[in-house]
Structure formats: structure tokens, C-alpha cells
T-cell receptor, first 112, second 116 residues
Framework: GQQLNQSPQSMFIQEGEDVSMNCTSS?????WLWYKQDPGEGPVLLIA?????ELTSNGRLTAQFGITRKDSFLNISASIPSDVGIYFC????????????FGKGTKLSVKP | GAVVSQHPSWVICKSGTSVKIECRSL??????MFWYRQFPKQSLMLMAT?????????EQGVEKDKFLINHASLTLSTLTVTSAHPEDSSFYIC????????????FGPGTRLLVL
């Protein structure tokens, strides 16, 4: 079946540092989504990407849809304590009939 | 916009009982709703997809007779865990999608189920 490899699994950073995480897929994707999940809550959409090469920002967050259509990255600049949480990439591959597949998540910890 | 609610937010029940979880799209019409299960420190696993007015499509390994899904309207889907057992304890999350397959999914806040 389809698989998404998300890395790193966890990160411990100092407040103010920049963060980068990425996802790679085994096949071509036509949609990449990045979500953040706080403990005990549902995922919240951060950025949606629909075209190869697309670079989209949402405040301090920037995400890109890789030109090979098999990867995506999410950058967070100047991290703050409230950035703490688990970040999931998710995507749709061609033929998925709309279903999303999720990466295993990146747990971000920010030290004030 | 694009708000999805779930009720209840948490439930504790005895083994053998059935539990119903509601998922509502509050400000959009969800043509398709998805139900996920998430175990501690793991990712979301899709259980089933439902389109309004039709039978749900279950992922491999998910028992359709145990996890009953009803998508009666464009704003409401329900998941009933029948004869729940402790191994069914998990975090259940629904999401709604308004239209075409490329539309974004918006997630509810989740329901924590604990079966004793």
C-alpha cells in the first residue's frame, strides 16, 4: 500500500530557532496537506498544496510541494512555545479517490 | 469557516455496550465524511468513508458490522461502536469534505472512547 515517510520523528529546539520537517512518498501525489494536532484534539489544517512546485506561506509557516510530486516540506521560522505539538503531513495519490494518507507525525518541543 | 464538531468529546462505557459518536459539519455541507482512529502516539488511520445517502466504504481490516456508519444528511454522520471491547478504546476523529475529491478535509476535535 501507499506509504508516507515523515521525518524527523521528533525535534527539541530552542525558542526562536527555525524548524524544518519533510515527507516523502512512494508514488506520485496530487495533494499535500500539513496539519497540526494538539493533545486530545483533532488535526487543524495549516497549509494545503495542490500543484508541483507550489510554495505557500501561512504566517511563520512555509510549505512546498516538491517538483517530483513525491515529497513536501514544512518550515517554521522563529519558533515560539505555542508551536509545540505534533505536525502531520497528509496527501492524496493518483487513484486514491479522495482518501488521505497520513505520515507518522513530527513531535515538536520548544524550549523557552 | 469549515468547522466540524463531534459529540461526545469523551465516553467511558462497559464492555459489551454500544456507543454512538456524532460528527457534524457546522458551516458547510459535507458531501463526504471520513472516520479515523488514532491510538496513542500514532498517526491517524482511516476506518471508513461515507457519502451522504449511501453505504460507507470500509478500509481493509475494519469490521463494518462492528463500526456502523450512517451519513443521513449533508451535515451529520454517526459512528456506532457495537458491543465495544477494551481493544476498541481509542481516539476517534471524523472529518468532512465539501465537494470534489481534491477538496480539503476538515477535522472534528475527536472523541476519546474508553471501554472498561
Amino acid at each position: 500500500g501507499q506509504q508516507l515517510n515523515q521525518s524527523p520523528q521528533s525535534m527539541f529546539i530552542q525558542e526562536g530557532e527555525d524548524v524544518s520537517m519533510n515527507c516523502t512518498s512512494s508514488s506520485i501525489f496530487n495533494t499535500w496537506l500539513w496539519y497540526k494536532q494538539d493533545p486530545g484534539e483533532g488535526p487543524v489544517l495549516l497549509i494545503a498544496l495542490y500543484k508541483a512546485g507550489e510554495l505557500t506561506s501561512n504566517g511563520r509557516l512555509t510549505a512546498q510541494f516538491g517538483i517530483t510530486r513525491k515529497d513536501s516540506f514544512l518550515n517554521i521560522s522563529a519558533s515560539i512555545p505555542s508551536d509545540v505539538g505534533i505536525y502531520f503531513c497528509a496527501g492524496r495519490w493518483e487513484g486514491s479517490q479522495g482518501n488521505l494518507i497520513f505520515g507518522k507525525g513530527t513531535k515538536l518541543s520548544v524550549k523557552p | 469557516g469549515a468547522v466540524v464538531s463531534q459529540h461526545p468529546s469523551w465516553v467511558i462505557c462497559k464492555s459489551g455496550t454500544s456507543v454512538k459518536i456524532e460528527c457534524r459539519s457546522l458551516d458547510f455541507q459535507a458531501t463526504t465524511m471520513f472516520w479515523y482512529r488514532q491510538f496513542p502516539k500514532q498517526s491517524l488511520m482511516l476506518m471508513a468513508t461515507s457519502n451522504e445517502g449511501s453505504k460507507a466504504t470500509y478500509e481493509q481490516g475494519v469490521e463494518k458490522d462492528k463500526f456502523l456508519i450512517n451519513h443521513a444528511s449533508l451535515t451529520l454522520s454517526t459512528l456506532t461502536v457495537t458491543s465495544a471491547h477494551p481493544e476498541d478504546s481509542s481516539f476517534y476523529i471524523c472529518s468532512g469534505q465539501s465537494g470534489a475529491q481534491e477538496e480539503t478535509q476538515y477535522f472534528g476535535p475527536g472523541t476519546r472512547l474508553l471501554v472498561l
